[in-house]
């Protein structure tokens, strides 16, 4: 008798709390990015207005890039997370292979100057399926406490005669190619028809033999301001937000090196099949006005990917630093630039992937 | 003789329980239902086995060979294609199929069934024709009637190669042995035949070889830690050995992933040990060792978590050999190297066995420590196949690299059963 009422007391308690926990996903909008620094500023930027705004609320979850879990969860047919920050040639992939809702163009706010968002936003920054959010950057950075009369170019990145030291590097083919080119004299234009030829992939694979064996390879955007930090290296490339926080943020006494810079943008997308589809899309209108993209260039030295927001842009939120000269997009900045070739990474990123892995393991 | 074996019972009167049911029959049925009740009793291990063992493992072989792709997105043309004999270019008629169904798989936004799931398959094959397909795609609406052959290739060149025809031909049948070809770095040349990848571009096997070669090697480290260890542990007094056996079972109820982030801690170039050496003197601020992220480190951490694996068969079996048999070896006259060789050493055996065959085969399909502490050259063949799970998301290779995993595993299970024999294991 006693365990009869347990056990229906027990049925019931959990059938309550199912319910509740039901009721209360259907209402909270999952979203995803990068974590750190980068996700703080979007929810000081996006969140918290939104928020303040609609009512509704906001679970933010951390991942390290990729689209595996949303194939996963795509066709398992249980999409958990309804909007997701995502790298350029990982939005043109997904949206290839059908895993993303498409959006209307047309159907996102006009700039606060007026302008229609289709010209608002930069060219190249709006697809079929996403929409950028911010232009961020693959720079190097130093100590320059450590260094004396620090590294300028990218060839001095690669110069173990002229700087001696530990370099980091992401671990992975995509852009330690173009650095290792443009530290080889190729101009930062051609960077990509170079890479296009077999020749060229030796050239770049032989010029980062010349390092390799002071490497110390790294693969979340977090490890290199801390390895900075700790003496682990002497220089290594980082994101350039990332080393900005250290420096802005902490007080660390880092220097960015922008030459040879390859920039790329950040988009949202909305896995196919979200559980809060319509919010998750008034939620991305929302955080890609021109006030908001504005705000969070306050927060992070990633630049806004719509013209209107630029000259909105002002300073670090806590401190009297001009965030423009900090952008990758600042004239300065862009002196040798190159913007990722989705495209030859999209066609090549398997085969060459491959080919450095091979190369590290011997 | 038989005959009237079968035919004696028949001559008596069958034995009738109470209630009438010949008794044999009677047992019968008893037996059954108690046999139903043991099996009961061990369905939810058949189901767990079923559904998180051997349904996994089987869908892992069957994603290896099957890949359903070019059939998916271009349902006539995989056929179509079929018939054509490879030489030159395929007809006119199949040209036609190739736009039709291209025009229809581009309005698809059905996951699997995509113009960029074909492209990513044949681009495995083909690398760089990736951008071929979507870029083709886009346009192939706009070809509204025939020739079809010659509106093709003018949207692109690159449809005049047979390479490509050949490949889409491979493509479109839905079992194929290609992953099995990229997982032992090989690929299909361009006339069909099997040839060996670009060694720059060799990776699978050249890791696989290093996989075994080490988990070898730290099965022998362990090894080699491990018995003097056992055999302390099996000599001492119980008191003392139970608080032996604490600090052998500690670490083994630690998580691997503290574990292995203390390791990082210790022997990192600021770590502990470098630290240590260099106020010691014996190494200079400039020169610290590189004892992580790399070979080293991966041996290390992985000997160390390995290493109660290996310590407790070991010690299980030697705590049952009386010490009396070596007393005996000695008093009849043999030195302590020879009596431990002829008497104790044989007796340890099912232990060793135990032990190398736990540690072996946990080393070989080793993943966290690797991934953590491998850096560049400390990887295992599990992390690629991490690698392509996650990253890469070629499921497909990822398939058929695990099933060339568990089949070494058998092969060395086998060899293993034929040198030891699996009855002369102990594992405790």
Redesign the interface.
């Given at each position: 008798m006693k365990l009869t009422k347990l056990l229906a007391s027990t049925a019931v308690g959990a059938a309550i709390a199912l319910g509740s926990v039901a009721a209360h996903a259907a209402g909270d909008l999952t979203v995803v990015s990068w974590g750190g620094a980068y996700t703080k500023s979007q929810v000081e930027a996006y969140h918290k207005p939104y928020i303040a705004k609609t009512g509704a609320n906001i679970k933010s979850e951390d991942y390290n890039g990729g689209i595996a879990e949303i194939k996963a969860q795509v066709e398992a047919g249980n999409v958990t997370w309804d909007i997701v920050d995502v790298e350029l040639s990982d939005a043109i992939r997904a949206c290839d292979e059908g895993l993303l809702e498409t959006i209307d163009h047309s159907s996102l706010p006009a700039g606060d100057d007026g302008t229609p968002a289709t010209d608002d936003f930069l060219a190249g920054t709006l697809y079929d399926c996403a929409v950028a959010n911010i232009v961020w950057s693959t720079i190097f950075a130093y100590d320059k406490t450590k260094i004396e009369n620090g590294p300028k170019t990218m060839a001095d990145f690669f110069d173990l005669g002229k700087f001696p030291g530990k370099r980091g590097l992401r671990k992975g083919a995509k852009v330690n190619l173009e650095f290792a080119l443009i530290a080889d004299g190729v101009a930062a234009a051609d960077v990509y028809k170079v890479m296009e030829t077999p020749e060229g992939i030796d050239r770049a694979f032989a010029k980062l033999d010349t390092i390799k064996k002071d490497v110390v390879w790294w693969e979340a955007g977090a490890q290199p301001p801390q390895m900075l930090a700790d003496g682990e290296v002497a220089m290594t490339t980082a994101y350039n937000g990332r080393v900005f926080n250290a420096v802005a943020g902490e007080g660390k006494p880092f220097e960015i090196v922008w030459d040879g810079q390859v920039w790329d943008l950040d988009l949202w997308v909305i896995p196919k099949g979200a559980k809060n589809k319509d919010t998750a899309l008034d939620f991305l209108k929302f955080s890609t006005e021109t006030k908001q993209l504005a705000a969070q260039a306050s927060y992070i030295s990633y630049g806004p990917a719509r013209k209107s927001s630029a000259p909105l842009v002002g300073k670090f939120h806590n401190k009297d630093i001009d965030m423009g000269p900090q952008m990758p997009t600042s004239p300065a900045n862009l002196a040798n630039a190159v913007q990722n070739n989705f495209e030859f990474w999209a066609d090549n990123a398997d085969q060459l992937n491959e080919r450095f892995n091979a190369w590290l393991a011997k | 003789m038989t005959d009237v074996a079968m035919s004696a019972p028949t001559n008596h009167a069958p034995l009738i329980a109470a209630d009438g049911v010949p008794l044999k029959l009677k047992l019968a049925r008893t037996t059954r239902r108690m046999k139903w009740r043991a099996f009961l009793l061990t369905v939810p291990l058949v189901l767990f086995l079923l559904i998180a063992f051997v349904m996994p493992i089987g869908e892992m072989l069957y994603r290896s060979m099957h890949n359903p792709t070019g059939s998916n997105v271009m349902p006539q043309f995989s056929v179509a294609i079929q018939d054509w004999d490879g030489e030159g270019l395929p007809s006119e008629e199949i040209f036609k199929i190739f736009v039709e169904d291209m025009t229809a798989a581009k309005k698809?936004?059905?996951?699997?069934?995509?113009?960029?799931?074909l492209?990513?398959r044949v681009?495995?094959e083909i690398?760089?024709?990736?951008?071929l397909f979507?870029r083709t795609a886009r346009k192939t609406k706009n070809i509204k009637e025939g020739p079809y052959k010659e509106a093709l290739l003018a949207l692109d060149q690159k449809w005049e190669n047979p390479v490509l025809w050949r490949t889409l031909q491979r493509v479109s049948k839905d079992y194929t042995l290609a992953f099995y070809l990229a997982a032992t770095d090989r690929k299909y040349a361009e006339n069909g035949d099997i040839v060996s990848a670009d060694p720059?571009?060799?990776?699978y096997l050249?890791?696989l070889f290093?996989t075994i070669w080490m988990s070898a090697l730290i099965t022998l480290f362990c090894f080699i830690i491990a018995y003097p260890v056992s055999y302390l542990l099996s000599t001492l007094p119980l008191r003392t050995s139970n608080l032996l056996m604490i600090l052998v079972l500690l670490p083994f109820w630690t998580s691997l992933l503290v574990r292995t982030s203390a390791w990082i801690a210790m022997l990192?170039?600021?770590g502990v040990i470098n630290n240590i050496m260099v106020y010691l003197g014996v190494i200079t601020d400039e020169s610290r060792i590189q004892m992580i992220?790399n070979l080293t480190g991966t041996i290390i951490a992985m000997v160390h978590i390995l290493l109660p694996f290996m310590i407790l068969p070991l010690y299980s079996v030697m705590k049952t050999i009386p010490p009396t048999y070596m007393r005996a070896a000695r008093s009849m006259g043999a030195s302590g190297t020879y009596s431990f060789i002829k008497v104790y050493f044989p007796q340890t055996i099912p232990g060793i066995a135990a032990g190398t065959l736990l540690v072996f085969i946990l080393a070989i399909g080793y993943y966290i420590t690797p991934a953590l502490v491998g850096?560049?050259?400390g990887?295992l063949i599990s992390n690629?196949i991490a690698?392509h799970?996650?990253?890469?998301?070629?499921w497909s290779l990822g398939a058929a690299l695990g099933t060339i995993l568990l089949v070494v595993v058998l092969v060395f299970y086998w060899i293993y059963n034929k040198l030891v024999g699996v009855d002369n294991l102990k594992f405790g």
């Open positions: - | 698809n936004r059905e996951v699997g069934k995509t113009i960029g799931n492209a990513t681009n495995y690398p760089g024709s990736r951008s979507t720059l571009y060799q990776i050249p890791i290093k990192q170039t600021q992220y850096g560049s050259d990887l690629l690698d799970i996650k990253k890469t998301l070629n």
